[in-house]
T-cell receptor, first 114, second 110 residues
Framework: DSGVTQTPKHLITATGQRVTLRCSPRSGDLSVYWYQQSLDQGLQFLIQYYNGEERAKGNILERFSAQQFPDLHSELNLSSLELGDSALYFC?????????????FGPGTRLTVT | DAKTTQPPSMDCAEGRAANLPCNHSTISGNEYVYWYRQIHSQGPQYIIHGLKNNETNEMASLIITEDRKSSTLILPHATLRDTAVYYCIARSGSARQLTFGSGTQLTVLP
């Protein structure tokens, strides 16, 4: 158990809909990262938040957004969903500063868009 | 981050050491070598990382060549539960995200 929790575990929704994925980092960790894993793209970094502020952006679509709240949990919002958004979405957290530290991953949310 | 190259798959007998190679010939001086693994759609799991010196923890050992162009992750006594995709990542000290490649599918055979 990494200490990172994600809800829900599974999500099935229709095209055009909007969903919110939630992540609680390990106790004391200030950084939260979101990754997407699809069959054809592998594990890809989406976005990082550090202590409530966005710090790095990867291949995140404009239809996707995220935020980190004062209690340090984070939410990833996916809107106008398309079939291609079906994937595993992982949240990871790391402690302290912004630099290279090991990241601890949650169990993921499996999103299926029908 | 430097590109890493790993064999797509490897087999190992249960109880034997699993040696997973990684090539990172263009690694720069401030880039660390990180290893993660992912067991069948679970979240990736941090294993170990190093810069220059060999490292060992309760999970594995990391051997980095003197020129730092390659490394080997060693699982000393592989078990069936070690069957996973293993990712080798070169990552600078200032980098924020992890850049995952294709990794090596390690299958531990009974």
């Amino acid at each position: 158990d990494s200490g990172v929790t994600q809800t829900p575990k599974h999500l099935i929704t229709a095209t055009g809909q909007r969903v919110t994925l939630r992540c609680s980092p390990r106790s004391g960790d200030l950084s939260v990262y979101w990754y997407q894993q699809s069959l054809d793209q592998g594990l890809q970094f989406l976005i990082q938040y550090y202590n409530g502020e966005e710090r790095a952006k990867g291949n995140i679509l404009e239809r996707f957004s995220a935020q980190q709240f004062p209690d340090l949990h984070s939410e990833l919002n996916l809107s106008s969903l398309e079939l291609g958004d079906s994937a595993l979405y992982f949240c990871a957290s790391s402690g302290g500063g912004q630099g290279a530290r090991e990241q601890y991953f949650g169990p993921g949310t499996r999103l299926t868009v029908t | 981050d430097a590109k890493t190259t790993q064999p797509p798959s490897m087999d190992c007998a249960e109880g034997r050491a699993a040696n997973l190679p990684c090539n990172h010939s263009t690694i720069s001086g401030n880039e660390y070598v990180y290893w993660y693994r992912q067991i069948h759609s679970q979240g990736p799991q941090y294993i170990i990382h190093g810069l220059k010196n060999n490292e060992t923890n309760e999970m594995a050992s990391l051997i980095i060549t003197e020129d730092r162009k390659s490394s080997t992750l060693i699982l000393p006594h592989a078990t069936l539960r070690d069957t996973a995709v293993y990712y080798c990542i070169a990552r600078s000290g200032s980098a924020r995200q992890l850049t995952f490649g294709s990794g090596t599918q390690l299958t531990v055979l009974p």
